[in-house]
């Protein structure tokens, strides 16, 4: 599993703290909301992206992109799952792990709208403008 633009991670127990090169250690449970989840088609593969933008600064965000990723499984949590204040929802967790039957490497994400498993060969961290979230 390779990690681009953030510090590598175990696999183990959803994590909701990451330190992101230019960002540096943000808790993206507490510390941002989710703006976007996003499906990508390439040409030969798919890439997922989990938008967040940070609460302090509303200028600035960051971009998790699961590179040549699998969709195994997606759980829609909603209506319940949306701030009705605010009108977004929070990470709850990203979690790597190891399949024993296949070692395949994968990634599962948590929001409190929706939960997606996924198989993935590289996460990569985007720091960006809030703009473009």
């Not at 696999?11 to 976007?36: E, K, M, T, Y």
Request: glycine content about 8%; charged content about 25%.
């Amino acid at each position: 599993m390779k990690f681009t633009g953030l510090t590598e991670f175990e696999r183990g127990p959803s994590l909701i703290d990451f330190d992101v090169d230019d960002l540096g250690d943000v808790d993206l449970r507490n510390q941002a909301h989710v703006s976007a989840v996003r499906f990508v088609p390439n040409k030969s593969s798919m890439s997922v992206f989990i938008d967040l933008r940070l609460d302090a600064d509303p200028d600035r965000g960051v971009s998790f992109e699961f590179v040549d990723a699998e969709v195994l499984k997606i759980e829609a949590y909603l209506p319940g799952g949306i701030d009705p204040v605010y009108g977004f929802a929070h990470l709850m967790g990203i979690a790597c792990w190891r399949n024993v039957e296949n070692g395949r490497e994968g990634f599962s994400f948590e929001t409190t709208a929706l939960c997606v498993e996924l198989y993935a060969t590289e996460l990569r961290a985007h720091p960006v403008p809030a703009s473009e979230c």
